[in-house]
């Protein structure tokens, strides 16, 4: 053979190999080790985002539940004008499902304050949450169970001391 002569590149001679031969090459291992690994990276990218959302939503109740102690404790306000406050900050929040949240207010909880007792407000809010990707996941792997069918209720309490003692 003559010096300088063109061999042929791996992938050529694979191919020139016969059926047999070819079952020991690596050519679709990076495929087939990709078609694996995909889901699985996409589905902790879409779990860390889902997260994240969840704790925004958390996040969002909670001030809610703190706006409404800090209007409760005043000497004039009523339940109602709690109630409208913490479904504005909700909605405020950009909470989708806002009108599906159930707001408990108790003005009369006993409070303790060092030695003695004090009254305060009691806010609750309690909000239905359902993930919008892992849900719909969920029910595509587990298609019998009751997995990806079912809504998160997210809790928020605030508690304050009342101004009138």
């Known amino acids: 053979m003559e010096r300088g002569t063109n061999r042929g590149t791996r992938a050529s001679s694979i191919a020139n190999r016969p059926w047999y031969a070819r079952l020991g090459s690596e050519c679709g291992q990076s495929l087939l080790e990709t078609a ?11 779990s860390i985002f889902e997260f994240g959302r969840m704790y925004q939503h958390i996040q969002v109740l909670t001030n809610a539940a703190r706006e409404g102690a ?13 109630k409208s406050r913490v479904t504005q900050y909700m909605q405020d929040g950009q909470l989708g499902n806002y009108a599906a949240a159930t707001i408990n207010v108790d003005q009369s909880v006993t409070l303790t304050v060092g030695a003695g007792t004090a009254t305060g407000s ?14 719909p ?13 079912g809504v998160l209720t997210l809790t928020a309490h ?8």
């Open 36 to 46: 694996i690994i995909l889901p699985i990276v996409l589905l902790i990218s879409v």
């Open 70 to 82: 800090r209007l409760s404790v005043l000497p004039a306000s009523s339940k109602n004008d709690v």
């Open 122 to 135: 009691l806010v609750t809010v309690n909000y239905p949450f359902s993930f919008m990707v892992l849900n």
């Open 137 to 149: 996941v969920a029910k595509l792997i587990t298609s019998g169970s009751d997995l990806g069918k």
């Open 158 to 165: 605030a508690e304050m001391r009342n101004e009138i003692q």
